[in-house]
């Protein structure tokens, strides 16, 4: 079992910043790849960003491209997504995910741990 717990989301204006965080416990932190998804209100859950297990590699939904910076720290069992520009359209609630994957791809569905999530609200 991989628990993980997101940290770092709130009330922000539009073209403000935001740094989330994601801790995890309970397995070897660098053996996952791991990613951010959102969900907004009366939406599916989507993907947003990824990073494989070793930071190599890094995968952006394409509405985020240019904002949204995803980074991991293996020695601290934590991953970050630093949000900059947002826009209301950001607005969800975020979720970390993990992945048993051990590659330099990054697997954008499929992962099998998911924290509680993390409001993020954009105002405009």
């Known amino acids: 079992q991989v628990q993980l717990v997101e940290a770092g989301g709130g009330l922000v204006q539009a073209g403000g910043s935001l740094r989330l965080s994601c801790a995890a416990s309970g397995r070897t932190f660098s053996d996952y790849a791991m990613g951010w998804f959102r969900q907004a209100p009366g939406k599916e859950r989507e993907f947003v960003v990824g990073i494989n297990w070793s930071g190599s590699s890094t995968r952006h939904a394409d509405s985020v491209k240019g904002r949204f910076t995803i980074s991991r720290d293996n020695a601290k069992n934590t991953m970050y997504l630093q949000m900059n520009s947002l826009k209301p359209e950001d607005t969800a609630v975020y979720y970390c995910?993990?992945?048993?994957?051990?590659?330099?791809?990054?697997?954008?569905?499929?992962?099998?741990?998911w924290g509680p999530g993390t409001q993020v609200s954009v105002s405009s």
């Open positions: 995910g993990a992945r048993y994957y051990r590659s330099n791809y990054v697997p954008v569905q499929n992962y099998d741990y």
